[in-house]
């Protein structure tokens, strides 16, 4: 099973300011066919089922704000929220779709300062 | 707009099976464009993909449930199920029916979940 893991756990910043979280894959998910990452993000709001943010690890769902942004390559990916806001207090997942079963990190909770 | 929503008992005893319903609207579930996938939440805990459906009812599952899952298509309802049997109490969690994005593997949108309880 390839492992996901992100850090940090949770993560204060101010508003405004840019917010990084990483996530980790324990084994490549970017395919030498296609040269794609299969990564995604996803935003998890208190009593909400998460919303799909960001697919092969840097394509922006259509509606989801500029501030988002994902890069990385292989096993290293970043999402970056490059001016906080208000609404953007959630806990974030990354998932990986390289190969079954689609796991999962274990989500980074993001605060406001 | 494409809309999903979880149904079924929200309390299961030990060893006994789990079953959910997810009815879909906005979009017929046999369309020969979305897959449509099984996702729970233990409390306080990630996701965890438990597996997918096609249109055409070909499955995947997580290999740690595949002995215990059955995911089915009920194409004149336009929903889709989820049988988990010899439930116990590392089964309660969050269950999320969500799509799966014209087969591509990442999920949107989701359900709202429904909490279901494995106890006696």
């Known amino acids: 099973d390839i492992v996901m893991t992100q850090s940090p756990d949770s993560l204060a910043v101010s508003l405004g300011e840019r917010a990084t979280i990483n996530c980790k894959s324990s084994?490549?998910?970017?395919?030498?066919?296609?040269?794609?990452?299969?990564l995604a993000w996803y935003q998890q709001k208190p009593g909400q089922p998460p919303k799909l943010l960001i697919y092969w690890a840097s394509t922006r769902e259509s509606g989801v704000p500029d501030r988002f942004s994902g890069s990385g390559s292989g096993t290293d990916f970043t999402l970056t929220i490059s001016s906080l806001q208000a609404e953007d207090v959630a806990v974030y997942y990354c998932q990986q779709y390289y190969a079954i079963p689609y796991n999962f990190g274990q989500g980074t909770k993001l605060e406001i300062e | 707009q494409l809309q999903l929503q979880e149904s079924g008992p929200g309390l299961v005893k030990p060893s006994e099976t789990l079953s959910l319903i997810c009815t879909v609207s906005g979009a017929s579930i046999s369309d020969s464009v979305n897959y449509w996938a099984w996702i729970r939440q233990p409390p306080g805990k990630g996701q965890q993909w438990i597996g997918t459906i096609s249109y055409s009812g070909t499955t995947y599952y997580n290999p740690s449930l595949k002995s215990r899952i059955s995911i089915s298509l009920d194409t004149s309802k336009n929903q889709f199920s989820l049988k988990l049997t010899s439930v116990t109490a590392a089964d309660t969690a969050v269950y999320y029916c969500?799509?799966?994005?014209?087969?591509?593997?990442?999920?949107?949108?989701w359900g709202q979940g429904t909490l279901v309880t494995v106890s006696s």
């Open positions: 969500a799509t799966d994005v014209r087969g591509n593997r990442w999920f949107d949108p």
């Open positions: 084994q490549s998910v970017l395919s030498s066919s296609n040269n794609k990452n299969y």
